[in-house]
Each structure stands twice: as structure tokens, then as C-alpha cells.
């Protein structure tokens, strides 16, 4: 029933711009903390950001600035707006949804990868 969609990947050069969505059904969206991991080969999974329920958020402070993380209750969807990539931004970012009465949900990941 619980469906964790990810998108918005590819390939974008230095300097460039991309937004990942992702969109979940089957949970109480508005109940659930949300957020984004990323994973580059050979190098720990890491917490790029989150999303609160009460509207606050955290941001690796490699990424602050450039990243942001917002959600759209409505639509059930959160997104990651990434500009300014850098090479170092290249890894898999799996989005996940942590909720009250259950266990955590995570997309099936989508490639990004940052080179000129």
C-alpha cells in the first residue's frame, strides 16, 4: 500500500541546478518526518536533510545554501532543490519518510551525478 516514488535524477554539469521529488502515498503525510540520504561508492550513507512536522529543518552544512528541502502536504509530495552542484554531490539520494506508527519508508533511490 505505501508507495515512495523518487525522481528528478540525471546528470548535470558543475554550477547546475536540480530538483528531486518525491511521492509518497499510503501514510499520513502530514504526520511524517521526511527527508533525503545520499550514498556515493565507497563513502558512508550520509543525512543531507530533513523535514520536520513542525517546520523545521536541518541541512548538512556541506549542502546549506544550496540545498533545500520543502514539502507539499497537498500533493503528498516533497522535493529537494539542489543548485550550485559540485562533483562531490555526486551519490544515489534516496528520500525517506519517517512516521508515527510505523516503519521508515524509503524511495528506491535516483542517480545524481555532477561532472563537466
Known amino acids: 500500500q505505501v508507495q515512495v516514488v523518487e525522481s528528478g535524477g540525471g546528470l548535470v554539469q558543475p554550477g547546475g541546478s536540480l530538483r528531486l521529488s518525491c511521492a509518497a502515498s499510503?501514510?499520513?503525510?502530514?504526520?511524517?518526518?521526511l527527508g533525503w540520504y545520499r550514498q556515493a561508492p565507497g563513502k558512508p550513507r550520509e543525512l543531507v536533510t530533513r523535514?520536520?512536522?513542525?517546520?523545521?529543518?536541518y541541512h548538512l552544512a556541506s549542502v546549506k545554501g544550496r540545498f533545500t528541502i520543502s514539502r507539499d502536504n497537498a500533493k503528498t509530495t516533497v522535493y529537494l532543490q539542489m543548485n550550485s552542484l559540485k562533483p562531490e554531490d555526486t551519490a544515489v539520494y534516496y528520500c525517506y519518510a519517517r512516521c508515527p506508527a510505523g516503519p521508515d519508508y524509503w524511495g528506491q533511490g535516483t542517480q545524481v551525478t555532477v561532472s563537466s
Open positions: 499510503g501514510i499520513v503525510f502530514s504526520s511524517c518526518t
Open positions: 523535514s520536520n512536522t513542525d517546520g523545521g529543518t
